[in-house]
């Protein structure tokens, strides 16, 4: 397995870090767990198209985990590539229809690309075929306990706290070849992410605030800190540890170092935050 990090912040614009995006290459497979905004972007400077991904999985709604949705499906669309296969929460059914759908937000572009005679012709130039259908993503609402199957590779879903009842909300575990490879999306410490990030090799979890940091009311049972995050880790027998979604005012070196340092103290494994553009095997 091979992970590229696409995009590691928050909503929060920066220049250091995209919104969720992480990239898993395994064999002709490339999964994306999530596709916030900024995440084609990276995607196309790391050196892979949208075209390319075959698989994306969706840990929640919030927007910065699924703003670049409708880039990515779009621009592979445009390039002729099959639908993509796309796994998540309700309701992605239904805001993929409103993106795409007869009367969705895109419907008046899908129009005039589809149906205008000289955008036919470029069309059929680039080697399409009339009549031109429209994207139509692959969907697939998940639940708590599904698995997902690839070639060689499985995912499977937990329920975690986070935006809860508004928003179902999930982590996951995949497993190729022995490897196992955790994301939390956007999660509060509980047993079942505890559970299936027994054993991982490399654990990938969100952290939204430092140690010694005042949660926002009432938030404080789901935004974990780095040490919290790192206990539960070593309970786990996690291997690798990186943090992500950092936000823009965790991001001075003196807080970096204090997120390792944290993290280090209650964890024997590697410990990393998580940074745009890497490339790391599991």
Known sequence: MKLTILGSGSPESTPRRAS?????????DRILFDCGGGVVSNLIRSGRLPEDITHLILSHLHSDHMMDYARLVHAAWDAGAPPLKVYGPQPIAEITKRFFGPDGAFAFDLHARTDL??????????GGTLPRPWPVPNIVEITAGDVIEGHGWTVT???????QPILDCMGFAMESQGRKF?????AGLCDPLRALA?????????????????APSGMASVTPTPGEIAAMAADAGVKRLMLTHFRAHMDSPGNIQAALDAMAAVFS????????LEVHEI
Request: negative net charge; proline residues 4%; aromatic residues 8%.
């Open 198 to 214: 027994r054993d991982a090799d490399l654990l990938l979890h969100w952290c939204y605030r430092l140690d010694g940091e005042a």
């Open 182 to 186: 955790v994301y939390s999306g956007d």
């Open 20 to 28: 969720s995006g992480y990239l898993v290459e395994i064999g002709a």
């Open 157 to 163: 879903a937990c329920e975690v706290p986070h935006a």
């Open 117 to 126: 005679k000289p955008s036919q012709d470029v069309w059929v130039a680039r």
């Open 269 to 276: 494994g590697i410990v990393a935050i998580a940074e745009d």
